[in-house]
């Protein structure tokens, strides 16, 4: 009996002291990854992230110590409290309970709004007018070279001292959460026939010739006919994309003269046939919407007039007709 009870005593202690080790193993894992590391690092949060791919990138930087400790006591004693979207500032000195009260809170930020429509180089110079110190031009430019239609139009809210890498980051990962990341998007490129990429060029040619969601619609219809049967798109925003920048005016979509219908580059469709090789400008979810589901006409032809109104044509003889409206 002595030596039942011993062994149960013995049993006990151990379930003890595997408990505390247990806690004291957890409780260790919600503390700071290094105590004398006070250098901040920015975490951006973007529109529809969730806790769980933070705590991921925050255990890949090092910040916490363990990403499924972190969303447990989020779960558990992080209350209704909801990510604020934004650049915050957070480093290997803070507790998860002191990384968790700086994701919940308004960063400080300068609100900005990225258009549709816009290039690179037009993105950045905006981004240079504003108050961002650390931000550099030329760097936005080094760094975006394979991201044209990659850099999601909308506002956001950054930190002013955030770098010119985060910048990129915060634009390309806002398009990642709603293009790449978005399975109904991804759905409806698979059944389209044309590559992801294909799809943000129309976009992106889209975005430039048309003035509603409307004529999106119609005018990619337009394309898609045009593409079928072999013919050079021709488009004026490709034009203006290949030649770039008015020496004269400084302004980067100047209609097109007859010289740059003839300048030579894979962008110009006029010269080339197909599409160009990539998008000319950042896509809204509309013309993202309409390169997807273009609408069904016979036509083949398009012009504005110079109120602004869309005429169609199915027949060159038509369209010809149509200038008469110019």
Not at 46 to 62: F, H, Y
Not at 73 to 79: A, L, S
Not at 213 to 232: C, F, S, T
Request: charged residues 20%; aromatic residues 10%; proline residues 5%.
């Amino acid at each position: 009996m002595k030596k039942v009870a011993a062994w149960a005593v013995f049993c006990g202690l151990l379930v003890v002291f595997l408990l505390v080790s247990a806690l004291a193993w957890a409780w260790s894992l919600l503390q700071p990854v290094n105590k004398n590391e006070t250098q901040t690092q920015v975490v951006t949060v973007v529109k529809g992230q969730t806790w769980s791919a933070v705590a991921d990138e925050l255990e890949n930087r090092a910040l916490i110590h363990d990403a499924l400790a972190f969303r447990v006591w989020v779960k558990f004693w992080g209350g209704s409290e909801s990510l604020q979207i934004g650049n915050h500032l957070v480093s290997p000195a803070m507790s998860v309970a002191q990384v968790w009260e700086v994701l919940t809170q308004p960063p400080e930020q300068v609100t900005i709004t990225i258009l549709p429509g816009w290039r690179r180089e037009e993105i950045a110079a905006y981004l240079a007018q504003q108050s961002f110190p650390e931000f550099d031009e030329v760097e936005f430019l080094a760094l975006t070279a394979d991201l044209e239609g990659r850099l999601m139009p909308e506002t956001y809210k950054i930190a002013p001292l955030s770098t010119t890498e985060t910048m990129v980051k915060v634009l390309h990962d806002q398009f990642v959460a709603d293009v790449e990341a978005n399975a109904d998007i991804q759905a409806k490129v698979a059944k389209s026939g044309h590559s992801l990429s294909e799809i943000l060029t129309l976009a992106s040619l889209l975005q430039r010739e048309a003035r509603d969601a409307e004529q999106m619609r119609v005018i990619a219809g337009i394309l898609e006919n045009r593409l079928a049967d072999h013919y050079p798109l021709q488009l004026c925003a490709s034009a203006q994309y290949a030649t770039g920048q008015d020496a004269t005016t400084g302004k980067w979509w100047e209609p097109p003269t007859a010289a740059d219908t003839e300048f030579d580059s894979p962008y110009n469709t006029y010269v080339y046939k197909g599409l160009p090789p990539g998008p000319i400008c950042a896509v809204s979810m509309e013309a993202l919407e309409a390169a997807l589901s273009p609408a069904e006409t016979d036509y083949y032809y398009y012009l504005h007039d110079a109120a602004g109104q869309i005429h169609y044509a199915k027949t060159l003889d038509q369209h010809n007709a149509n200038k008469q409206y110019l």
